[in-house]
Nanobody, 115 residues
Framework: QVQLVESGGDSVQDGGSLRLSCTASGNILNVDSMGWHRQASGREREWVASVSHDGSTNYLGSVRGRFAISMDNTKRTAFLEMNGLKPGDSGVYYC?????????WGQGTQVTVSS
C-alpha cells in the first residue's frame, strides 16, 4: 500500500511564496513521476505541474515562471516552490504519484492567497 502525505499549505498575501512537500511511503520500488493538481472552490481539479524520475518538468501555462517542481528520488519526495502567488492560485493542492502505472493521491493541502 502506498501513502502520500502533503504539507506546506498556508494563507499568504498576494505576491507571497509557499513551498509544498509531498512524501510517498509504502511498498514502492520506483516512482515514475510525481505531480501537483489543484482544485478551487466550485471548480474542477486542474493539473499544475509534474516532474518525472529523470528530472524533466512540465507546467500549467499560468504558473510557468512562478512555480518550480522538483523531486528527490531517494526520499520519494516532491516539492512545489510557489512564488508570486495570486488569489487565483488559491485552492486545495493535491499531490499525485505514478508508481508502476498506478496513480496515488494525497489528501490535499489548502493554499489561500488574499489580495
Amino acid at each position: 500500500q502506498v501513502q502520500l502525505v502533503e504539507s506546506g499549505g498556508d494563507s499568504v498575501q498576494d505576491g507571497g511564496s509557499l513551498r509544498l512537500s509531498c512524501t510517498a511511503s509504502g511498498n514502492i520500488l520506483n516512482v515514475d513521476s510525481m505531480g501537483w493538481h489543484r482544485q478551487a472552490s466550485g471548480r474542477e481539479r486542474e493539473w499544475v505541474a509534474s516532474v518525472s524520475h529523470d528530472g524533466s518538468t512540465n507546467y500549467l501555462g499560468s504558473v510557468r515562471g512562478r512555480f518550480a517542481i522538483s523531486m528527490d528520488n531517494t526520499k520519494r519526495t516532491a516539492f512545489l516552490e510557489m512564488n508570486g502567488l495570486k488569489p487565483g492560485d488559491s485552492g486545495v493542492y493535491y499531490c499525485v504519484s505514478y508508481i508502476q502505472e498506478r496513480a496515488y493521491w494525497g489528501q490535499g493541502t489548502q493554499v489561500t492567497v488574499s489580495s
